[in-house]
């Protein structure tokens, strides 16, 4: 089978992904997109996706993990596909499409970056030393002093699989620093991509959420990754109840090409 596909990446996060709304690819094997995500044999990629189609939305987003499951939503992955759509011809004012998680709205900007609204947060529960929550894929935060002064790769992976996160495929490990009164720094292990990622949409989002100060009101958080710069605006309205959440940035082209299967 011979593929056309595109790659884009948001701060760093990098995806395949192929316009299948007319299904020619939706028969790809796990074996197959684990191949296509990998960064010596195939294309390489944090993830894949496919541009699909559904009726009442503008399109829908189908994720795979570099590993080759399908799996839950990526924030950067799904501010890509909103770019992929517009670069393909399919230009909305706002769009409205369906994920794994729900519907979501998103909209490109004049400068051509790309703000996605995220899923309502209403549940974020203290374990041990950190939080956890989920935005849409369950993630794991820890504030810290210095992010840099942290081994990411092997203290993610104690956690990812720690007893408790392991009978639900496990979890995304999220080391926060507060840079500011509005700013904070993140490193994240990313599950199904069992490595570190320049940055990780869902995992920046939960962070930002942890580290919002206002008791009420909005929040507008800028966030530092490996990859780049990124912000999150949210509504907070209470504890733990956070809504109208944005994740804004840069979400870009870096080529397209064809591979043989």
Same mark, same amino acid.
């Given at each position: 089978?011979?593929?056309?596909?595109?790659?884009?990446?948001?701060?760093?996060?990098?995806?395949?992904?192929?316009?299948?709304?007319?299904?020619?690819?939706?028969?790809?094997?796990?074996?197959?997109?684990?191949?296509l995500?990998?960064?010596?044999?195939?294309?390489?990629?944090?993830?894949?996706?496919?541009?699909?189609?559904?009726?009442?939305?503008?399109?829908?987003m189908k994720?795979?993990?570099?590993?080759?499951?399908?799996?839950?939503?990526?924030?950067?992955?799904?501010?890509?596909?909103?770019?992929?759509?517009?670069?393909?011809?399919?230009?909305?004012?706002?769009?409205?499409?369906?994920?794994?998680?729900g519907?979501?709205?998103?909209?490109?900007?004049?400068?051509?970056? %790309?703000?996605?609204?995220?899923?309502?947060?209403?549940?974020?529960?203290?374990?041990e030393?950190?939080?956890?929550?989920?935005?849409?894929?369950?993630?794991? %935060?820890?504030i810290?002093?210095?992010?840099?002064?942290?081994?990411?790769v092997?203290?993610?992976?104690?956690?990812?699989?720690n007893?408790?996160?392991?009978?639900?495929?496990?979890?995304?490990?999220?080391?926060?620093?507060?840079?500011?009164?509005?700013?904070?720094?993140?490193?994240?292990?990313?599950?199904?991509v069992?490595?570190?990622?320049?940055?990780?949409?869902t995992?920046?989002?939960?962070?930002?959420?942890?580290?919002?100060?206002?008791?009420?009101?909005?929040?507008?958080?800028?966030?530092?990754?490996?990859?780049?710069?990124?912000?999150?605006?949210?509504?907070?309205?209470?504890?733990s109840?956070?809504?109208?959440?944005?994740?804004?940035?840069?979400?870009?082209?870096?080529?397209?090409?064809t591979?043989?299967?």
């Open positions: 089978m011979q593929i056309e596909f595109y790659k884009y990446q948001g701060t760093g996060n990098d995806f395949v992904i192929m316009d299948n709304r007319d299904g020619r690819y939706s028969g790809l094997t796990t074996e197959q997109v684990n191949f995500c990998n960064r010596r044999f195939g294309i390489g990629a944090d993830g894949l996706m496919l541009l699909n189609l559904q009726d009442g939305y503008d399109f829908a994720y795979y993990n570099a590993d080759g499951r399908e799996s839950t939503m990526c924030g950067n992955g799904g501010r890509c596909l909103v770019k992929f759509a517009w670069d393909m011809g399919l230009r909305r004012p706002q769009y409205h499409f369906i994920a794994v998680d519907p979501h709205d998103a909209v490109v900007t004049e400068k051509g970056t %790309v703000n996605l609204k995220m899923m309502d947060v209403s549940d974020v529960k203290p374990y030393d950190a939080m956890v929550l989920q935005t849409g894929s369950p993630h794991y %935060v820890k810290v002093s210095d992010t840099e002064l942290i081994d990411v092997t203290e993610g992976r104690g956690i990812r699989y007893g408790d996160f392991a009978p639900k495929g496990g979890i995304n490990v999220n080391f926060l620093q507060i840079t500011g009164d509005d700013s904070i720094r993140v490193r994240t292990y990313e599950r199904g069992e490595d570190e990622t320049y940055s990780c949409g995992g920046v989002t939960a962070a930002a959420l942890v580290a919002a100060h206002n008791e009420n009101g909005f929040n507008h958080v800028a966030v530092s990754t490996k990859g780049g710069e990124l912000s999150v605006e949210f509504d907070k309205l209470g504890e109840r956070f809504e109208n959440i944005w994740l804004c940035g840069p979400a870009e082209q870096v080529f397209k090409g591979i043989s299967l």
